[in-house]
Nanobody, 115 residues
Framework: QVQLVESGGGLVQPGGSLRLSCAAS????????MAWYRQAPGKQRELVAR???????NYADSVKGRFTISRDNAKNTVYLQMNSLRPEDTAVYYC?????????WGQGTQVTVSP
């Protein structure tokens, strides 16, 4: 059974930082691409960052230079370091992976950027 469990969200002031974590189980983590998505109220879910098994990464233009995705294969965990946060980064952030023909999602973690 595949499980993705996110943590690390919260309330932060503009310009602040947060680090999200996603612990994965039920997959061969080291062989799998992992991704972070986010969904703001009234908006579609969008890709924030992806990291391949090779550790190649790609980012949404809106977060380039501010967010960093990384992975620790020994801990089956993917991270999203978010710096210089803006109010428009406010959203529920979801961990995502594709395994044996199916997409899997975590339960989401709320990030709120507000004075």
């Amino acid at each position: 059974q595949v499980q993705l469990v996110e943590s690390g969200g919260g309330l932060v002031q503009p310009g602040g930082s947060l680090r999200l974590s996603c612990a994965a189980s039920g997959i061969i983590f080291s062989s799998n691409a992992m991704a972070w998505y986010r969904q703001a109220p009234g908006k579609q879910r969008e890709l924030v960052a992806r990291i391949l098994a090779t550790t190649n990464t790609n980012y949404a233009d809106s977060v380039k230079g501010r967010f960093t995705i990384s992975r620790d294969n020994a801990k089956n965990t993917v991270y999203l370091q978010m710096n210089s946060l803006r109010p428009e980064d406010t959203a529920v952030y979801y961990c995502n992976t594709f395994w044996r023909g199916q997409f899997y999602w975590g339960q989401g973690t709320q990030v709120t950027v507000s004075p």
